[in-house]
């Protein structure tokens, strides 16, 4: 019974340079899914709806997603879950913790713009993790480059090998549709359609069956250029695919809902079930029968009627149930869930039981933090689930003294979220937020505002760095603090951190300290 659960969950994240179209492939899936039933267009002012997996006020202004959401649907025998993940580089850092929590991940990227910045940062982080990777080549409606180049692109920019499984006839006017490689069958295209069409199955492109449905000059072309993907390409291999190594690349238009069906029976077919995780003391697989999970989110005031914080557990090995007592490893306390939650974007059902695999929403009143474990007695500490040490800071003040209270409980929830970092200068008192992108300040000021009745207003600081600081040597680390005194900080949990005003002083500081260690992520 586990087994057969584990074996048809795919859990999988959806990357992407801002703007390639990743929230509209999560809609076009969750349409397929049945889970939605008529598809909101995400930027266009006419339609009030916004797309569905972008829920938070901010978003729905800005057209961008800030927080990764978490989507699942049944299909064809499948439990699907899919993170949509924020493109923007600002929040990469929730991006990263995402991709802690996932087995696969499919790239989306703009025919017409190739491979951009945040594209190639998300895809190292997938090495990092040898997490198998496909890609989907987005706007082939629009005029675009030729699918050879695009192809060597992705191999040189993303380092990895590429596969095409589906095969474009065609881009923006002549755009007629996709040759699907995996199945053998043709997927003619037809522009803004909310509904989902068949194929034609052609079991050989020599058929003159294919000159009469699209034109004998396509047909031509087709069938040079897929002798063309033959000769340069190697067979597909699924477990070059499941290593890492190969990324299988699909074209269509997310928006026009065309190749969509091609990549997700494709990816349910090849895509990886859930499989093991690393924690400190062991490796843990999903088919062990006490249950284990890690929080690698938590999301405040996801109702904004309701104050309340969502943790999302990603279950790592046996069953989860509802009312049962699990451990909090890192308080030590034994507690029950009562309301466990399981998420299409913004409406939330009550779960029994979730597997490996699943994304369980668990309400919380400030019991956990990211990375924190559940398990049924074990003391597993997962690994992997890092902050990193910030790069933009400001003192945060507060704007409306009769607030004070409103606008610390609210820095102190969104910092829990791990939006940004909060460090407290222990010269002069004042709070510093630490963040890895510019925009985050906005997204606080704007959620302390909106969500906790609190205004705020930032003051500048110039620091290069903080890095928090640890030694074997108590005598040399009190003298590093007494020393370094007006540059010393404490973050939320307590620890020391050092603040340093440039390159050259970080330096300075480590080569006089050798016996002190400056770690740049918070997983030491």
Not at 423 to 449: C, D, M, S, W
Request: hydrophobic content about 40%; overall charge negative.
């Amino acid at each position: 019974m586990l087994i057969d659960e584990i074996q048809r969950r795919r859990t999988f994240a959806i990357i992407s340079h801002p703007d390639a179209g990743k929230t509209t492939l999560t809609e076009k899936l969750l349409l397929f899914g049945g889970a939605i039933h008529v598809a909101g267009a995400v930027k266009s002012n006419k339609i009030k709806k916004t797309a569905t997996s972008d829920f938070m006020e901010i978003e729905k202004q800005r057209g961008i997603s800030v927080a990764t959401s978490v989507m699942g649907f049944e299909y064809d025998g499948y439990k699907v879950n899919i993170l949509d993940t924020p493109g923007h580089q600002d929040f990469a850092e929730d991006t990263f913790r995402t991709l802690t929590a996932v087995d696969s991940v499919i790239i989306v990227v703009d025919a017409a713009k190739g491979v951009e910045t945040q594209t190639r940062k998300l895809m190292e982080v997938c090495r990092m993790r040898n997490t198998p990777v496909m890609v989907f080549v987005n706007k082939m409606d629009r005029p675009c480059g030729d699918p050879f180049d695009l192809l060597d692109e992705l191999e040189k920019e993303l380092h990895i090998g590429v596969r095409p499984l589906s095969w474009p006839i065609g881009n923006g006017e002549t755009f007629k549709g996709v040759y699907n490689l995996f199945e053998n069958s043709l997927y003619l295209y037809e522009a803004s359609k909310q509904t989902v069409q068949e194929g034609i199955a052609i079991a050989d492109v020599a058929d003159p069956q294919l000159d009469s449905i699209i034109g004998e000059r396509a047909a031509g072309q087709l069938r040079e250029e897929l002798d063309l993907v033959s000769g340069v390409y190697e067979d597909f291999d699924k477990e070059a695919y499941l290593r890492g190594e190969v990324a299988p690349v699909f074209f269509g238009s997310a928006l026009n809902n065309f190749g969509v069906r091609e990549l997700l029976h494709c990816f349910l077919k090849i895509a990886p079930q859930p499989g093991t995780s690393q924690t400190e003391a062991r490796i843990v697989r999903p088919e062990e029968e006490k249950f284990s999970g890690f929080v690698f989110k938590i999301h405040a005031n996801m109702d904004p009627n309701h104050r309340n914080r969502i943790a999302f557990v990603k279950v790592c090995s046996g069953k989860f149930e509802r009312n049962k007592a699990y451990r909090h490893v890192q308080l030590g306390k034994d507690l029950k869930f009562s309301s466990p939650t399981a998420f299409m974007a913004d409406k939330k059902s009550i779960i029994d039981e979730a597997y490996p695999g699943d994304i369980v929403g668990i309400p919380d009143s400030g019991n956990f933090k990211i990375g924190d474990s559940l398990s049924e007695g074990e003391k597993l500490v997962f690994k992997g689930i890092p902050s990193f040490s910030p790069e933009l800071f400001r003192y945060i003040e507060n704007d409306d003294p009769m607030k004070a209270k409103q606008l610390a409980k609210g820095i102190d929830q969104l910092m829990d979220e791990g939006v940004a970092q909060l460090f407290v200068h222990q010269f002069n008192g004042r709070k510093i937020i630490g963040t890895v992108g510019a925009l985050q300040f906005e997204v606080i000021q704007y959620r302390l505002l909106h969500e906790y009745q609190a205004a705020c207003r930032y003051e500048g600081i110039s620091l290069y760095k903080a890095c928090w600081i640890e030694s074997d040597n108590e005598e040399q680390l009190s003298e590093f603090k007494k020393r370094k005194v007006q540059y010393m900080a404490k973050d939320k949990w307590g620890r020391d951190v050092f603040l340093a005003e440039s390159n050259y002083m970080l330096q300075m500081a480590q080569e006089g300290f050798k016996d002190v260690r400056f770690h740049f992520t918070s997983e030491f």
